[in-house]
T-cell receptor, first 110, second 111 residues
Framework: EAQVTQNPRYLITVTGKKLTVTCSQNMNHEYMSWYRQDPGLGLRQIYYSMNVEVTDKGDVPEGYKVSRKEKRNFPLILESPSPNQTSLYFC?????????FGPGTRLTVL | EDKVVQSPLSLVVHEGDTVTLNCSYEVTNFRSLLWYKQEKKAPTFLFMLTSSGIEKKSGRLSSILDKKELFSILNITATQTGDSAVYLCAVEAKDGNQFYFGTGTSLTVIP
């Protein structure tokens, strides 16, 4: 089944404790992206990647890192999470602009 | 500043009604406009529009783009309770392949 998977689905952590949210797709898509969704602000793009080893900043990249060492994986790294990074995070991969979204990761930073 | 604005923010209708959702945008180097449906989980793709005046249709849903006036509408006819969701509009910018989303329209269909 074609899909985008994210792990973990839920995470509660404390300020400053480094974490990684994994994202994997099995559709051989070149384009992958990370979004955060907050009430009243909608989906905002954090980082995106056009292909392996090619990443670029979206609208809200501060406090996040990404890497794209393999085509299928695009992890999101929070080196020192802060409470304002509490949000619902979506990974997506796309083929000709039709984005397929992962199930989301709900992150709470205390 | 690039932005996408959707209206109304929320809408409550009865089954069988027809609704029109609006999306206006100001995005540098427009490439495409996309509509998604989000039902308390991940957004799912509905339509992609790139050319003005050409209607895209899927069952009871249809959408059209006006690149001169910088807006799109999503129509849903004969609404059903299963249409209850948040409808998101997104615009892709040509430079860098960035996507800009609106805050969505929350549609509730009452039986």
């Amino acid at each position: 089944e074609a899909q985008v998977t994210q792990n973990p689905r839920y995470l509660i952590t404390v300020t400053g404790k480094k974490l990684t949210v994994t994202c994997s797709q099995n559709m051989n898509h070149e384009y992958m992206s990370w979004y955060r969704q907050d009430p009243g602000l909608g989906l905002r793009q954090i980082y995106y990647s056009m292909n392996v080893e090619v990443t670029d900043k979206g609208d809200v990249p501060e406090g996040y890192k990404v890497s794209r060492k393999e085509k299928r994986n695009f992890p999101l790294i929070l080196e020192s999470p802060s409470p304002n990074q509490t949000s619902l995070y979506f990974c997506a991969s796309s083929f000709f602009n039709e984005q397929f979204f992962g199930p989301g990761t709900r992150l709470t930073v205390l | 500043e690039d932005k996408v604005v959707q209206s109304p923010l929320s809408l409550v209708v009865h089954e069988g009604d027809t609704v029109t959702l609006n999306c206006s945008y100001e995005v540098t180097n427009f490439r495409s406009l996309l509509w998604y449906k989000q039902e308390k989980k991940a957004p799912t793709f509905l339509f992609m529009l790139t050319s003005s005046g050409i209607e895209k249709k899927s069952g009871r849903l249809s959408s059209i783009l006006d690149k001169k006036e910088l807006f799109s509408i999503l129509n849903i006819t004969a609404t059903q309770t299963g249409d209850s969701a948040v409808y998101l509009c997104a615009v892709e910018a040509k430079d860098g392949n960035q996507f800009y989303f609106g805050t969505g329209t929350s549609l509730t269909v009452i039986p």
